[in-house]
Each structure stands twice: as C-alpha cells, then as structure tokens.
C-alpha cells in the first residue's frame, strides 16, 4: 500500500503492506477526505510503519465484510490497485489482472481538456466524466465551457483560458491544482482550420496555426508533466486529424500542424514510457460537430465524397471520439503508448 504525493492510496486488500510515503498535501487530504489521522507522521507521533498498519487494518476488515471506515475504503481516489514492490511473498513480475468491471473507469482522475465546450472536446468531456473523472473544460467562451460543465453537473468544472497565452498557463495549472486535484489526464484538443492552398496562404497564417496547435499542446504538456512524473501516473492525448495520415487539399497548415502531433507523441511516448506516462493520440475521421457543419454546409458534392470513401458510409459522432479517449486514458489501456489511433469509420483503410 502506498500514499503518494498525489494522494492516493495505492494497493489492494490481497496484496502485503509494503510502505507509505507522502507529504504533508498528502495527509492532509487523508484527514480531510478520509477522516484519517496521517498528520500524526509528520508530527512524530506515529512512524510510517505505524501509519501503514493502521490502514492496513481498515482494508482487513473491509475485505473481511466488517468495515472499519466503509466511507474512506469507499472513497474512488485514495483506494485503487495500481502496483506493488518486492517483497518475500510477492513475484514483482507477475502481472496484476485488471477487473474488468473497472478496466475501463477513470474514477480518481482529473482530466483537463482544452477546447472542451463543443464538439469533440465536449465528446470526450461526457465520455470521461461518465466514467468517473473529475474534468475540466478549458476554452476561450466563458459562455459555452460554463454551459458544458453545467450540463455535465458534480464533477465538471471550468476555466476560461487562451491556450496560444503560454504565460498564463502556469497559474491555470495551478488554479486547476488547488481547486480540483493534480492533473492527471491531459486532453490537448483546442484547434481550429481554415481551407486555402498554399499559394495563398500566408506565413503569419501557417504560424498561427502552428501556435494554436502545436507550440500550445507543448507547452501545457511540459507545464503538466512534472506533476504526472512525480506521480508516477498519467496520460497526455493529441487530437490529431485525418490529414496526420492522407494528403489533402486546401489545408496546408493545418496538415502540418496535425501532422506534428504524430511526431510529439511517437517522441514524448518513448521518453517517458519507464515512468508511468503514456501518450496516445486519437485521428477522428469525419465526425459530426460544428467544425464538420462548417465545412461542409453548402457542398453536398464534398459529403458525398467523404461518405463514398469511408466504408461505413456514416459520419461519426463525438461520443465515438470520447469513448476511445476513456480507452486510452483508463487501465485498460496500460500497455498502450506512442499510438495514433484512427476513429474514422475506415476512412484511412479504404479506397
């Protein structure tokens, strides 16, 4: 059983007691959320060791059928299997079978989501708050993130940012810190398209769209992941797009700029991977929202195309978005990184 500097209680009723770490955030939260006495450990009164027994006990007895505190056994972030240590009695590399009932749950998680008032962002919003993460939406319309959030009820929250202002990130970072929790799932999902062909686009358009897409999902992933590291938890998804994978006309930066995402996240996977962070990125295909609406309104012509080359000659839906986002994100998935996972009815597969 661990406590971690993110909060949580790491272990299982089956599993030996091994050690119990933390800082004063830590126990702070156990006494808060728990009503668990661990500030006793920084106050000398009671050695880990001590602390580590005390727990132990409440998961004997509620493994046992006679629950000591069935509130804080029962509290979804602090008692989560997660991993184990050597010990005499335990195979380190045995592997620990996932539930699955909870294999695809997101309970404890805190999830923020960049361009999370519409569309897709909104999709993988409904998707992870459902699946029991606390989310926040992050977008530049106070008006509609608040109306999102709203809509998702307990749990949501919001935050009106500009994610292309890199210098106040650092404070949305920590306003999500203190009034949510430590991030844990970071969705880098703001964006936005034009369609011009090259010639006709400028450089300070292409850069724009640069700076939007690629220079912002850096930067709040770099602002993040000291926190995910430290934790030893986490997982950072890119929205990519079909033109990561096909060559299209009339958007020329913006294939570049999704195009980046695949090499962000084949790069960041491998250098992080041996600490407990994955990075996925989803490639939705033509998914109904306002951005499709947009472009397509007024072009039957252009819809047919899309249909006629997607297999399943349907456009698909922001919950399909959302669902592989929980996927990604949850334990089911814990032997997943570096992907570029296509949504897109077989539209990349077919001819």
């Not at 599993?15 to 000398?44: C, Q, W, Y």
């Not at 404890?108 to 926040?136: D, K, N, W, Y």
């Not at 810190?177 to 010639?199: C, D, M, Q, T, Y």
């Not at 992941?225 to 958007?251: C, K, N, R, Y």
Request: net charge negative; charged share 20%.
């Amino acid at each position: 059983m661990f406590i971690t500097g993110r909060g949580s209680v790491i272990g299982s009723p089956v599993s030996p007691l091994i050690k119990v770490t933390g800082n004063s955030r830590t126990f702070s939260r156990m006494h808060e959320d728990m009503d668990f006495d661990a500030g006793r450990v920084l106050a000398g009164e009671m050695t880990l060791d001590q602390c580590a027994d005390e727990l132990g006990t409440m998961v004997a007895d509620v493994a046992a059928g006679t629950p000591s505190k069935p509130e804080a056994l029962g509290h979804r972030e602090y008692f989560v299997m997660y991993k184990h240590q050597d010990t005499p009695d335990l195979d380190r590399g045995a592997a620990v079978p996932l539930d699955p009932a909870s294999a695809f749950r997101l309970d404890g998680e805190v999830a923020l989501i960049t361009g999370g008032g519409s569309g897709l962002g909104l999709g993988m919003a409904r998707a992870m708050h459902g699946a029991g993460a606390q989310v926040v939406l992050v977008g530049r319309r106070a008006d509609m993130i608040e109306s999102a959030a709203e809509e998702l009820g307990e749990g949501a929250f919001w935050e009106v940012a500009d994610v292309t202002a890199y210098d106040s990130i650092p404070a949305l970072i920590e306003r999500i810190r203190e009034r949510v929790g430590p991030i844990s799932i970071l969705a880098n999902n703001a964006g936005h398209n034009f369609k011009k062909l090259a010639v006709d686009t400028s450089v300070e358009e292409f850069s724009g769209m640069l700076d939007t897409h690629v220079l912002a999902a850096h930067n709040l992933t770099r602002l993040v992941l000291p926190g995910m590291l430290e934790a030893g938890h986490g997982s950072i998804l890119f929205t990519a797009s079909m033109t990561s994978l096909l060559g299209m006309p009339g958007v020329i930066a913006y294939s570049a700029a999704k195009s980046a995402y695949v090499g962000m996240v084949r790069a960041l996977s491998v250098e992080v991977a041996g600490q407990g962070v994955r990075v996925n990125a989803i490639a939705p295909g033509w998914i109904e929202s306002p951005m499709l609406r947009k472009a397509l309104d007024g072009d039957p012509a252009r819809s047919s195309r899309i249909l006629q080359r997607t297999p399943m000659a349907r456009f698909g839906e922001a919950e399909d978005i959302g669902l592989a986002a929980v996927y990604l994100c949850s334990p089911a998935a814990k032997f997943v990184t570096g992907v570029l996972l296509p949504i897109d009815g077989g539209a990349s597969q077919g001819f």
